[in-house]
């Protein structure tokens, strides 16, 4: 159980297009999900905090414009990369937490990942 | 300010050797704790995590973590390498309330000797 997926699992873009990647909640509902940034040989930034049915949070740093996310569902939070340069190529991840879990269990379930280059 | 220190960037052992990662973190209330692996270009696997009770928390891949409420610490330690383990680990403190959000540490990368 418990299961994320993401998708695509790798994208390659020209700049200034814009590329959507799913994060999707395949056994359980996700009310919060979370994106997170990697760069190579780094830890995970928190990009923004996803909740189902309402604007996202995004962290301070973080440009809400060029990251569009989208939370329609209870098991589907998207991030659209706007008009990508190649400074935005990264390894983007995602999680969910169980809309069932209370706060006795703060549990992220993680994603694979999806890896974007911008060329 | 809520953080997550890992102190050692690298470390090297060799195969069959113990291990003993470590992780530090500073937080108002009590933790949600949590160990990940990834390994190079994949996703986080979840090794362990601790919530409450027993301090000593066993995980996969023969892994155990020791929550040390007094040092603020929770190593993560193995006694017997395998090559296999060679990867990124990530330690995680998670908020009890609120956001949720979890906060990583910079990671410790394990190389391992045949």
């Known amino acids: 159980g418990a299961v994320v997926s993401q998708h695509p699992s790798w994208v390659i873009c020209k700049s200034g297009t814009s590329v959507k990647i799913e994060c999707r909640s395949l056994?359980?509902?996700?009310?919060?999900m979370f994106w997170y940034r990697q760069f190579p040989k780094q830890s995970l930034m928190l990009m923004a905090t996803s909740n189902e049915g309402s604007k996202a949070t995004y962290e301070q740093g973080v440009e809400k414009d060029k990251f569009l996310i989208n939370h329609a569902s209870l098991t589907l939070s998207t991030l659209t990369v706007t008009s990508a340069h190649p400074e935005d190529s990264s390894f983007y991840i995602c999680?969910?937490?169980?809309?069932?879990?209370?706060?006795?269990?703060?549990?992220?379930?993680f994603g694979p990942g999806t890896r974007l280059t911008v060329l | 300010a809520q953080s997550v220190t890992q102190p050692d960037i690298h470390i090297t052992v060799s195969e069959g050797a113990s291990l003993e990662l470590r992780c530090n973190y500073s937080y108002g209330a009590t933790p949600y704790l949590f160990w990940y692996v990834q390994s190079p270009g994949q996703g986080l696997q979840l090794l362990l995590k601790y919530f409450s009770g027993d301090t000593l928390v066993q995980g996969i891949k023969g892994f155990e973590a020791e929550f040390k409420r007094s040092q603020s610490s929770f190593n993560l330690r193995k006694p017997s390498v395998h090559w296999s383990d060679a990867a990124e680990y990530f330690c995680?403190?998670?908020?009890?309330?609120?956001?949720?959000?979890?906060?990583f540490g910079t990671g410790t990368r394990l190389k391992v000797l045949a």
């Open positions: 999680s969910a937490r169980d809309r069932l879990a209370g706060s006795v269990y703060n549990e992220q379930f």
């Open positions: 056994d359980f509902q996700a009310t919060t």
């Open positions: 995680a403190v998670g908020a009890s309330s609120g956001t949720y959000k979890y906060i």
